[in-house]
């Protein structure tokens, strides 16, 4: 059975980058019927906190990744992490190296000075036939691995192709410090074996790591994974994606009004696409979606694109769903929601006007509070030309059926019996009923108001 995992580090939020990956594994996992695991790796105590953690998991909640095993938190499995070292230093695939951080530096700092690739000279590594150093006896020591001295380390990477690395180039990492805690890039190699992840897809980045990994699962007689290395996102401007193009909490996004289906959409085609498909569906993803269509090279961030298919996705969406969503936006504000007008019907209105929910919390809340139009727009609009046929309106609306087509005859006979063009009257009942000069139509907008509501506004002004 396929099983793929998310595995971020609990040391800040869930950016795009991480949600991108989670996506993308998650839909491996649903294109094959297989199992998706979420998997915590906080072994960085110094750096990893709980509110990380609930920000990870909230992100992925918000998006709909939802897994099928976990969180698996690595902090928890460490005696089982320290149960395979041992193993590993009873088999000799692992070996204590006394070597101290200072010995360390001046070793690196004098193959930098000949010119050569700084790094660990094994001078606790037993081999046969050698005499190793007395150990010291006030020193802890480290673990590291005996990584094979001779050969090649090679995967056919699933994204960036064949990868081959001479082991001459791998010292022997370490994979357990001095107080017996161990290392990254042994916790990974033992939660992928254990938890059988047959498919690790994951940022670029870790592709330095992978032939560590793969010779410490081949050293345990472990299953080796297939491995898809994705390409980073830069900006627009094509340099490193930063908080600016969108390196953001992904809470972030629904901060700023966006739907997580929109989110979900771009993110699908970051660096990976289906033909000329640029809207589809998550269920269409998974049906779709493989490695082969993912390409090596960096994707890059748009943000005019999701604003785009956010505004699709609004258009397309429930208006009733938009309105649960868009509540809480309102009252965050103070503002106090009523049944008149229908907040569903406000929605249904400006759905295709907007370009998130925060607008459309803007355009809903001029329904619910005390108005009053800025004093520039109704010097522009409040005109004597206009005031007779404003009272004309006024006395009408107070008897007319309240739908928007018998306002909207209401409309027509007012500037009709005092010669006036339809934009005098019309942007006039905008501003004084919304305090915007551009609404949906506005016999529309309106009759989404209570008779009495839009009578006491425009009254308001028309008496002064």
Not at 290 to 300: E, G, K, M, R, Y
Not at 333 to 362: T, W
Request: glycine fraction near 6%.
């Amino acid at each position: 059975m396929t099983r793929t995992r998310f595995a971020p580090s609990p040391t800040g939020f869930l950016h795009i980058g991480g949600a991108r990956t989670a996506l993308f594994s998650w839909a491996y996992a649903r294109h094959h019927g297989g199992e998706f695991v979420l998997r915590i790796e906080d072994t960085d105590v110094a750096r990893s906190t709980p509110e990380a953690v609930q920000a990870i998991l909230d992100g992925m909640n918000w998006l709909g990744l939802a897994h099928d095993e976990g969180p698996f938190y690595q902090m928890q499995r460490m005696d089982r992490y320290k149960n395979v070292i041992q193993d590993m230093l009873a088999a000799g695939t692992a070996y204590p190296c006394y070597t101290t951080p200072e010995e360390l530096e001046r070793m690196r700092e004098e193959q930098r000075m000949k010119g050569l690739k700084p790094r660990y000279d094994g001078t606790w590594r037993p081999e046969p036939g050698k005499t190793l150093p007395t150990p010291p006896s006030n020193a802890a020591p480290v673990v590291r691995f005996r990584n094979p001295l001779e050969g090649t380390v090679a995967w056919d990477d699933l994204v960036k192709g064949p990868i081959e690395i001479a082991n001459a180039e791998l010292d022997d990492l370490v994979i357990a410090r001095a107080d017996g805690t161990p290392t990254y890039n042994f916790c990974v190699v033992v939660d992928d074996w254990e938890m059988g992840i047959t498919h690790v897809i994951r940022g670029d980045d870790h592709v330095n790591n992978t032939p560590r990994q793969i010779n410490i699962l081949k050293a345990l007689g472990a299953q080796v994974p297939l491995y898809a290395h994705l390409s980073m996102i830069l900006g627009a401007d094509g340099l490193k994606l930063s908080k600016r193009h969108g390196a953001v909490s992904v809470m972030l996004y629904d901060d700023e009004g966006y739907l997580p289906e929109a989110v979900l959409n771009y993110l699908a085609r970051l660096g990976w696409s289906h033909g000329d498909d640029e809207i589809f569906s998550m269920q269409q993803f998974c049906e779709w979606f493989n490695l082969d269509h993912i390409t090596p090279s960096a994707a890059q961030f748009n943000t005019e694109k999701l604003n785009w298919l956010n505004a699709h996705y609004l258009k397309q969406a429930d208006s009733a769903r938009l309105a649960a969503l868009v509540r809480p936006r309102l009252e965050a504000r103070g503002v106090a929601v009523s049944d008149r007008p229908s907040l569903s019907a406000i929605i249904n209105l400006y759905k295709e006007r907007v370009g998130n929910l925060n607008e459309l919390a803007d355009a809903a809340e001029v329904f619910y509070i005390d108005l009053h139009p800025r004093a520039d727009i109704l010097v522009q609009y409040l005109t004597p030309e206009v005031m007779p046929a404003l009272a004309d309106f006024i006395a009408g609306a107070k008897e007319v059926e309240w739908d928007a087509a018998a306002i909207s005859a209401l409309i027509k006979a007012c500037i009709a019996r005092h010669g006036l063009k339809m934009p005098k009257l019309a942007m006039l009942l905008r501003v004084l009923l919304t305090g915007q000069a551009q609404t949906p139509s506005v016999d529309a907008v309106v009759a989404l108001f209570p008779r009495e509501l839009a009578v006491k506004r425009l009254s308001a002004v028309a008496s002064k």
